[in-house]
């Protein structure tokens, strides 16, 4: 419950049905990019998006915290870059964070997920 409210109801959450996910390793992309996305995309507009862990920059954005951090590192990231890592609010991340890489979680890395990996020393997926 967040100020009197109930979450949102999870949404699906492929990637950890995806067996040898590669991405419950890594977390690269976590500790790499800036992450902006809408402020309708807060809990407290309507969206997803836990209040806390956010900061508005304007009417219109808002960014994730610690992702504008040098080194970035996005405050819902858990665990260790390269170890084990993963999301602590995947069912509820923002736009771009679930456009990033949308084939990682098949071991197919794109562009940016690829350079992200590179910023912590891991190999480019298949």
Request: charged share 20%.
């Amino acid at each position: 419950m967040t100020a009197g409210r109930p979450l949102p109801a999870p949404l699906p959450a492929p990637i950890a049905s995806v067996p040898d996910n590669p991405c419950l390793s890594c977390g690269a992309c976590c500790a790499s990019f800036r992450v902006d996305f809408s402020c309708e995309e807060l809990q407290s507009r309507g969206g997803s998006v836990p209040d806390g862990l956010a900061v508005e920059l304007s009417d219109h954005t808002a960014r994730m915290r610690g992702s504008d951090h040098q080194p970035p590192r996005c405050a819902a990231l858990v665990g260790q870059v390269g170890l084990r890592a993963s999301c602590g609010i995947h069912e509820w991340r923002p736009g771009p964070c679930r456009e990033f890489a949308l084939l990682a979680p098949l071991g197919r890395g794109d562009e940016a997920c690829t350079r992200a990996r590179a910023r912590h020393g891991l190999a480019a997926l298949g």
